[in-house]
């Protein structure tokens, strides 16, 4: 390395360190997870320009209703169900139980490890690839991705349902 990029190093791991101070911060490995985003994102929209699909206007608010419900499950679906643990197991713990067909997890590793393991088991961070990829889809496949969004929506109100009527049980 030249001693201009040394010295740069050298700045951001000093601040990386006066950020996160003794935690475990894994800064490095968060802005590669933006990059990765901005580059789906980037190759996604050359995608659109070079297909010649235009952007709508204005998104159909039925468009929107669908697609927020459907990102609410998927991410939810992706980040606490039990039956896709295997996908976040290379990056959690098994903790126990959190709720009605949740299951709790602890993030582990470092890095680039941890950085996944902090997404892939946070809903909030995940609704914002899985609402990308709906966002997308709508461009691309529109009927295919209101059919699927569509299945996600059912569930997440049946789960609802399941949910009061265990209340109106109890």
């Known amino acids: 390395m030249s001693p201009p990029n040394l010295k740069i190093v050298a700045?951001?791991?000093h601040e990386a360190h006066a950020y996160a101070g003794d935690e475990d911060r894994p800064l490095g490995s968060y802005l590669a997870l933006m990059g990765g985003y901005g580059a789906f994102v980037g190759m996604l929209s050359a995608a659109?320009?070079?297909s010649r699909r235009s952007l709508p206007r204005r998104p159909a608010v039925g468009d929107v209703v669908l697609t927020a419900i459907a990102t609410h499950k998927v991410a939810r679906l992706l980040s606490k169900d039990p039956v896709t643990s295997?996908?976040?197991a290379p990056f959690t713990r098994f903790q126990g139980q959190?709720?009605?067909a949740?299951?709790?997890e602890e993030v582990r590793g470092t890095g680039p490890r941890k950085a996944l393991g902090e997404v892939v088991t946070c809903p909030f961070c995940l609704d914002q690839w899985v609402a990308t990829?709906?966002?997308?889809g709508l461009i691309f496949a529109p009927r295919a991705t209101r059919f699927i969004a569509g299945v996600f929506t059912v569930t997440t109100l049946s789960d609802f349902l399941q949910l009061a009527y265990g209340k109106?049980?109890?």
């Not at 990829?133 to 997308?136: D, N, P, V």
Request: aromatic share 10%; net charge negative.
């Open 102 to 104: 949740e299951i709790d």
């Open 133 to 136: 990829a709906f966002s997308f």
């Open 168 to 170: 109106a049980q109890a």
């Open 48 to 50: 659109v320009c070079v």
């Open 86 to 88: 295997p996908l976040r």
């Open 11 to 13: 700045i951001a791991r």
């Open 98 to 100: 959190s709720g009605e």
